[in-house]
């Protein structure tokens, strides 16, 4: 597959910033990457294009939650889980970030993102500013669970 310019413009930033990444196939996405240790708080940081909106970037982590809030929360019922996630919504809403609860290798996760749609003003900096926000979301959902759930 051929790369996109913008996927070769995120890979050199990267590169440039020292940041070490790896490229995952998706079937949902034109390119994925995942860089190791980025923003702030040195967390995993997922940059992709999805095939359904092209020359659009999405910067995102995941929260994982702890075994112990993972075993209550699938203990909920049906109407438990909706309140809780509709709390979480809520909670990630107010930081500005677009959220979405997953399951994943057997753990509950809080994805978190960052949407770039503007291509005309992306940038290296953008980008980066936007790693930093998306670790700095990271980092106030999981104090968020920690701390009401």
Known sequence: MINS???DNVE???????????SIKTPENNYHLLVKHAGKYGIP???FEPKSQPEVIVIGAK??????????????N???KAQFEKKVANFCNSIQAINKM???EGKQKVEVFVVLD?????????VFDAIDLVSEMHEKT????MKTF
């Open 5 to 7: 310019k913008m996927q």
């Open 12 to 22: 050199r930033w990267l590169i440039h910033e020292s940041h070490s990444f790896e």
């Open 45 to 47: 940081i997922e940059i």
């Open 63 to 76: 929260v994982i939650m702890k075994n112990n809030q993972i075993a209550r929360y699938l203990g909920f």
């Open 78 to 80: 049906d109407d438990e």
């Open 102 to 104: 997953i399951t994943e």
């Open 118 to 126: 503007d291509k005309e003003n992306i940038s290296q900096q953008t």
């Open 142 to 145: 999981a104090r968020f669970l």
